[in-house]
Nanobody, 123 residues
Framework: VQLVESGGGTVQPGGSLTLSCAVSGFRFSLFDMSWVRQAPGKGPEWISS????????YYPDFVKGRFTISRDNAKNTLYLQMNSLKPEDTALYYC?????????????????RGQGTQVTVSS
């Protein structure tokens, strides 16, 4: 199983980035997926989840309206579009496969995760 993130970088406050997560090793289209981030000195923070078909998405309030999760099951790829970025969004972002079906609450466990891609928001 491999989850490989890309698209991170340094952006000014108010800017945008789109992250990608290329998945291999399992039937991507059958599983719900999530994005998680971790800032230096802090624990993991759930960012968003999407159901297997891509029709239902979930976000915590602090990213709702700014971030959009999506997926292309034909390409086995998960995306995170991030707009109106803030310095507090600076973190390592990684994609992960939740152990159970996703819902409004953050997933409690993940079976797999990628190594992550660094996002830095700074002027």
């Amino acid at each position: 199983v491999q989850l490989v993130e890309s698209g991170g970088g340094t952006v000014q406050p108010g800017g945008s980035l789109t992250l990608s997560c290329a998945v291999s090793g399992f039937r991507f289209s059958l599983f719900d997926m999530s994005w998680v981030r971790q800032a230096p000195g802090k624990g993991p923070e759930w960012i968003s989840s999407i159901n297997s078909g891509g029709s239902i998405t979930y976000y915590p309030d602090f990213v709702k309206g700014r971030f959009t999760i999506s997926r292309d099951n034909a390409k086995n790829t998960l995306y995170l579009q991030m707009n109106s970025l803030k310095p507090e969004d600076t973190a390592l972002y990684y994609c992960a496969r939740p152990r159970r079906r996703v819902g409004v609450r953050p997933p409690e466990e993940y079976d797999y995760r990628g190594q992550g891609t660094q996002v830095t928001v700074s002027s």
